[in-house]
T-cell receptor
Framework: SAVISQKPSRDICQRGTSLTIQCQVD?????MFWYRQQPGQSLTLIAT?????????ESGFVIDKFPISRPNLTFSTLTVSNMSPEDSSIYLC????????????FGEGSWLTVV | KQEVTQIPAALSVPEGENLVLNCSFT??????LQWFRQDPGKGLTSLLL?????REQTSGRLNASLDKSSGRSTLYIAASQPGDSATYLC????????FGAGTRLTVKP
């Protein structure tokens, strides 16, 4: 299994600012994913962040807005840049774990409100 | 690109009823399928994981089945309880992980 810690757990941010969310895993994992869940909606994949390669972004998400770092096998960051109220969401980090790398665990999420 | 659909979007049942939640996916080349529960204001809880080589998994009152060839999974909840009220999400794991939109379940006392 894997234990995932996300920081911050909650934050209220000013419009136009940027915030970096950290995701720390207690085991080495190859696959890490960042998701967003806007109010009343399901989870949307932002990007896949595998160590040693550039993050792969889903349609509608760009690196300038959501830069991701993956410096090692236990850590990743997601930055939400130049925030607007539409960025108010839960941001979730998840990892693929296990022999096939495909048992998925989630962090508790980072709840961002942009005012 | 994998697409995951969950039916129904919402379901309301009286306590004690057995129920089935459905999940369908378009690409059968998957590793696993996982069912999650999400309570309001909280994160995700993994309920059941089915490997692509398996056909079902059981945990307590929950039973999940997988038919890869037809691109379908079901989550069966027996003897539902008010505490089962939550949104249930299915996730299909291939080269990435895709979620359905969820089924919002309400179990009335």
């Amino acid at each position: 299994s894997a234990v995932i810690s996300q920081k911050p757990s909650r934050d209220i941010c000013q419009r136009g600012t940027s915030l970096t969310i950290q995701c720390q895993v207690d085991s080495q994992v190859t696959m890490m994913f960042w998701y967003r869940q806007q109010p009343g909606q399901s989870l949307t994949l932002i990007a896949t962040a595998n160590q040693g390669s550039e993050a792969t972004y889903e349609s509608g998400f760009v690196i300038d807005k959501f830069p991701i770092s993956r410096p090692n096998l236990t850590f990743s960051t997601l930055t939400v840049s130049n925030m607007s109220p539409e960025d108010s969401s839960i941001y979730l980090c998840s990892v693929g774990f296990g022999s096939s790398g495909n048992t998925i665990y989630f962090g508790e999420g980072s709840w961002l409100t942009v005012v | 690109k994998q697409e995951v659909t969950q039916i129904p979007a919402a379901l309301s049942v009286p306590e004690g009823e057995n129920l089935v939640l459905n999940c369908s996916f378009t690409d059968s080349a998957i590793y696993n399928l996982q069912w999650f529960r999400q309570d309001p204001g909280k994160g995700l809880t993994s309920l059941l994981l089915i490997q692509s080589s398996q056909r079902e998994q059981t945990s307590g009152r929950l039973n999940a089945s997988l038919d890869k060839s037809s691109g379908r999974s079901t989550l069966y909840i027996a003897a539902s309880q008010p505490g089962d009220s939550a949104t249930y999400l299915c996730a299909v794991i291939g080269n990435d992980m895709r979620f359905g939109a969820g089924t919002r379940l309400t179990v009335k006392p």
